[in-house]
């Protein structure tokens, strides 16, 4: 079975700054999907960022990106000139390409902005 | 789009009672899905449907759970009788078929369920 690990239960950032959030995963599997997604408090879970295992290039969204390491199986988010509306939960989550669509979630980082 | 809509928002009962959430997906989409978060287990997922046949039921944790899709319009979850260790906040999600290139799954604002 696939598993999704968060190290970081909190994290905080200054407004403006820069900030990583960590996630590692096992799977046997060579085809996948990564994600993270964003949980504010108002409990709405919203995609960030998808990436494909099979894709080298690490996906972009404005300024939110990751680095993908596939034989290390880490999926990082980095979040550039951090903004206030960025605090919220983060989930990193799994999903395979074949079979099974359920997405298979991390713990979840808490992420602070600090003004 | 109204996105995937689930009602209601917030549901408190007594425990033995009856518990019905409901779900709406966004429409056009093939695949529908029910999550489940708490502080201890996080978010798992309880159960999916194709094409309104369940596919995955692994996940639901007792008898006492039961889900259906009688049309691609509209899903339930069903818990009978509740107990307290069943509240949690219920997410619905949906999403196109796997496959499609644009199948990321949409989810809800969920609904909490508090059950004394």
């Known amino acids: 079975a696939q598993t999704v690990t968060q190290s970081q239960p909190e994290m905080s950032v200054q407004e403006a700054e820069t900030v990583t959030l960590s996630c590692t995963y096992d799977?046997?599997?060579?085809?996948?999907?990564l994600f993270w997604y964003k949980q504010p408090p108002s409990r709405q879970m919203i995609l960030v960022i998808r990436?494909?295992?099979?894709?080298?290039q690490n996906a972009t969204e404005n300024r939110f990106s990751v680095n993908f390491q596939k034989a290390a199986k880490s999926f990082s988010l980095k979040i550039s000139d951090s903004q206030l509306g960025d605090a919220a939960m983060y989930f990193c989550?799994?999903?395979?390409?074949?079979?099974?669509?359920?997405?298979?979630f991390g713990q979840g980082t808490r992420l602070t902005i600090n003004p | 789009d109204a996105g995937v809509i689930q009602s209601p928002r917030h549901e408190v009962t007594e425990m033995g009672q009856e518990v019905t959430l409901r779900c709406k997906p966004i429409?056009?989409?093939?695949?529908l899905f029910w999550y489940r978060q708490t502080m201890m287990r996080g978010l798992e997922l309880l159960i999916y449907?194709?094409?309104?046949?369940?596919?995955?039921d692994s996940g639901m944790p007792e008898d006492r759970f039961s889900a259906k899709m009688p049309n691609a319009s509209f899903s339930t979850l069903k818990i009978q009788p509740s107990e307290p260790r069943d509240s949690a906040v219920y997410f619905c999600?949906?999403?196109?078929?796997?496959?499609?290139?644009?199948?990321?799954?949409?989810f809800g604002p969920g609904t909490r369920l508090t059950v004394l």
């Open positions: 999600a949906s999403s196109l078929a796997p496959g499609t290139g644009e199948d990321e799954q949409f």
């Open positions: 799977t046997s599997e060579s085809d996948y999907y």
């Open positions: 990436q494909e295992a099979y894709k080298q």
């Open positions: 989550a799994y999903r395979s390409a074949r079979g099974a669509q359920k997405l298979v």
């Open positions: 429409s056009g989409h093939n695949s």
């Open positions: 449907f194709n094409n309104n046949v369940p596919i995955d």
